[in-house]
């Protein structure tokens, strides 16, 4: 590895696992997460420079700072504010007004990334795809490559990339989940300690009980406990809300309590999802990494029995909005202690 020039970062290794291929539906979930950021300084100095041409262009977009300080961590961060549901920045039917008025180089880095995403670790930075877009199931194999002045315009970037350590038992799921035929009964069985994989343990009304609890997450959440910043991808206004209700709809009219392994069609993007999950490490999102593959395979069952009920034909279109709506909603901490506070599914 070459060394930096004086008074700069070292250089990173990159790493991938496949190439990162991305083609944007405009389905503006990305715009309406929980809290948009945190936003660096250089995030915070773009914005400010491009804020007289977006007032220009949109005069009536903006009534308030487009920003709001609160604690992230043990530390106070900046975040794009949110209105209805979206960013301040979000604009029916056009998307972002800052890209749309001095162009994506302005954007926060979060949001230009998006569903990209840069971790350091140790000498190297990692580079790839979080399986939290709605059309990530759509687009893994055979997207459009990302662009390489894309890449050249990030990369330089990466030295401010959050920083993930590897996380108890890592290497060993990742050995699991190389594996061409795994299935979530054998990560089940792996997760239990279980003897025999062949006969996973069951848990159905596990998954059944916490599917009620996040329900009712929901519901205290789109009651108005939550400010505006706050309330993300649950706001009645969005993608995630339409999906995450026409899911509760159906399951909540089903009379079958039973939660069956994934469909074969859907298995190939789940054991890619999960390969993600660990290298990017966004487990770190998650009580644990148990947990963390427990809210994966709990969103593929539930998705797949939703996407099971035209008979034999699997839309998998539909499996891969529903399954990244799950795991955007429960990359909230709240929603998360809907289906962790009765403890795992085997004791």
Request: glycine share 6%; proline share 8%.
């Amino acid at each position: 590895m070459a060394a930096a020039p004086s008074g700069q970062e070292p250089a990173l290794r990159l790493r991938v696992l496949a190439t990162p291929r991305h083609d944007c539906g405009g389905c503006s979930s990305c715009c309406s997460s929980y809290r948009i950021g945190p936003l660096s300084e250089a995030d915070r100095s773009r914005l400010a420079q491009a804020l007289p041409r977006l007032h220009e262009a949109y005069p009536d977009q903006l009534n308030a700072a487009p920003t709001y300080s609160a604690l992230h961590g043990e530390q106070q961060a900046h975040f794009l504010r949110k209105s209805e549901g979206f960013c301040v920045l979000y604009r029916q039917g056009l998307g972002c007004t800052l890209h749309a008025s001095a162009g994506a180089e302005h954007k926060p880095l979060v949001c230009q990334l998006f569903p990209l995403q840069l971790i350091r670790d140790q000498e190297q930075i990692r580079l790839g795809n979080r399986p939290t877009c709605l059309r990530d199931a759509m687009v893994w194999e055979k997207g459009s490559p990302l662009a390489g002045e894309f890449l050249e315009r990030v990369l330089p970037l990466s030295p401010r990339a959050p920083s993930r350590p590897e996380q108890r038992a890592e290497a060993s799921v990742v050995a699991l989940l190389r594996l061409p035929d795994l299935d979530t009964g054998t990560l089940l069985s792996f997760l239990a300690e279980h003897p025999t994989p062949h006969n996973p343990p069951s848990i159905d009304s596990w998954l059944q009980a916490r599917l009620l609890d996040l329900f009712q997450a929901a519901d205290s959440v789109t009651g108005g406990e939550f400010d505006a910043n706050n309330q993300g991808p649950l706001h009645p206004n969005t993608r995630t809300s339409d999906e995450f209700s026409d899911f509760r709809d159906w399951a909540e009219a089903r009379s079958d309590r039973d939660w069956p392994e994934v469909h074969q069609t859907a298995l190939t993007y789940l054991r890619d999802a999960l390969q993600r999950l660990v290298f990017l490490r966004q487990t770190s999102l998650y009580p644990g990494l148990e947990w963390a593959l427990l809210a994966y395979i709990s969103a593929a069952r539930w998705a797949s029995a939703y996407c099971r009920q035209d008979g034999d034909f699997f839309d998998m279109a539909r499996f891969g909005r529903l399954f990244a709506t799950l795991l955007i909603i429960l990359e909230s901490p709240r929603m998360q202690r809907a289906l962790v506070h009765q403890g795992p599914p085997f004791a």
